[in-house]
């Protein structure tokens, strides 16, 4: 259902992207998506054997999560972080959906602490590719 979900809405949003339409990114609509997209952190992470790094995504939709090196995400924010990545919620899914280039997304970024490792947030993918 969540994978059905997310490809309906980012179908919408390209189409609303593309004629100038107001997208659906209020909470009801993009929160969702962003709660299912920020699912496949753990394999962006994926060999980290420690470290914990919060990610969070700003704006109305948003929300706030930690991975943790051998637990896995955690809705939350850990109170010991390595790392930390704040993104907006425009910039997060685009890079989910890879409608972002590593290079531009990093620019709507901040990161604080250990940068390789909050850096990897780059690779997360949350789409077929």
Known sequence: ??????????????IRDAVGAPGLVSRKWLGPVL?????????????????????EIEGEAGGVWSFVA????????????????????DVAWR???KGLGKDVARE???????LRLAERFLDVLAVMA
């Open 1 to 14: 259902m969540g994978r059905n979900y997310t490809e309906y809405w980012h179908h919408q949003q390209q």
């Open 35 to 55: 709660e299912l997209f920020v699912r496949a952190v753990p394999l962006a992470y994926a060999g980290v054997e420690r470290g914990c790094v919060v990610i």
């Open 70 to 89: 051998g637990e896995g995400l955690r809705e939350g924010a850990s109170e010991v972080w390595d790392a930390r990545v704040v993104l907006d919620k």
């Open 95 to 97: 890079l989910f959906t």
């Open 108 to 114: 709507g970024m901040r990161f604080d602490g250990d």
